[in-house]
């Protein structure tokens, strides 16, 4: 007698399929698969990954863009460590997300709070408050960098209210980098607006209702009820913020040039000076490199430290 042997289907296959007859299958969807995503791993690896890995080669190297090329091992980065003006650089550019980054979240969660689902005409103050995120970084800057200037309208407001000179905003060591930080907030803080406004448009009224008829006021309202489910909205633009901030360039590239001197010279712009006014590509792609480090351990720890705050659960 001739035994033959099924093999059971996977859980979800539909009857009378075995095991077997399903592996044809996966395989099928698996090249199709594979078809539909080519076109965006082509693009991942041709502008992504290979000039990630081809910056780390040249941050070995003494890679001047016309002339002989030499291998230095790790120098670029030691160079790094003992240039006082990185060193510089860096602190300026963790100044700006120190500034930076609160104050945008602070501004966009305010105002989001502030337009509340009962509050009349909401979708205009979003566009309006969205409109700065749309408008070319570069109109902005020049926009805000004749408000800045000596004889712009900030100095001849207070000339004429009350009879004082602006500072220098942008000649100034003290003042240029929080001129910087309150145009980038201005730029900015749209974006995470229109998160934190969607994310409260999500918590229950009900609960806040029930909340307020149990005695709570805004306050315990918004701590008790309305922070909890806003968390991972509020991580999200956490994690983005920070990321796009230590990156910052056009702001201080064009508000400053980087001055006073190197005063609001960020990481970015280390990189730019280093790799096409002074053509030494292997200084830019070691710095560029400590930038890269620096976000992917910020980002790291806010993964981590997400844990402990972030409620996903509610």
């Known amino acids: ?60 190297f003494d890679w001047p863009v016309f002339g002989q090329r030499s291998f230095l091992g790790i120098d670029n980065y030691t160079h790094l460590l003992h240039d006082p ?55 902005n800057a020049m926009v805000w960098r004749l408000l800045f200037q000596p004889g712009g309208l900030i100095d001849s407001v207070l000339q004429s209210w009350f009879g ?28 995470n607006f229109l998160v934190f406004s969607a994310a409260i448009d999500q918590v229950p009224q009900s609960q806040l209702e029930s909340a307020q008829i ?40 064009i508000l400053t040039q980087g001055g006073p001197g190197v005063s609001t010279q960020t990481i970015v712009m280390y990189v730019y000076n280093q790799g096409w006014q002074f053509l030494s590509m292997g200084l830019a792609s070691a710095a560029g490199w400590v930038l890269f480090v620096i976000i992917m351990g910020i980002t790291a720890i806010q993964f981590v430290g997400q844990r402990k705050w972030v409620n996903y659960d509610v």
């Open 1 to 60: 007698m001739v035994t033959t042997t099924t093999t059971a289907a996977p859980p979800g296959a539909p009857p009378g399929t075995t095991r077997a007859g399903r592996r044809p299958a996966l395989r099928r969807d698996a090249r199709h698969a594979g078809v539909f995503l080519a076109p965006s791993l082509a693009g991942l690896a041709l502008f992504t990954l290979f000039p990630t890995a081809m910056a780390l080669g040249i941050s070995l």
């Open 85 to 139: 003006v990185f060193r510089r650089v860096v602190l300026n550019t963790v100044l700006f997300v120190v500034l930076y980054v609160p104050l945008n979240l602070v501004v966009s969660l305010g105002l989001a709070l502030w337009i509340g689902p009962h509050i009349r005409g909401r979708q205009a103050f979003r566009v309006l408050f969205f409109i700065p995120v749309m408008t070319p970084m570069v109109a």
């Open 164 to 191: 004082i000179s602006a500072p220098n905003f942008l000649g100034s060591s003290t003042w240029a980098m929080p001129a910087i930080v309150a145009m980038s907030v201005w730029q900015g803080f749209g974006y």
């Open 214 to 253: 149990d005695g709570a006021g805004v306050l315990q309202r918004f701590r008790y009820v309305t922070w909890p489910m806003i968390t991972p909205s509020i991580f999200f633009a956490t994690t983005l913020t920070l990321i796009t901030s230590f990156q910052v360039f056009a702001q201080p590239f």
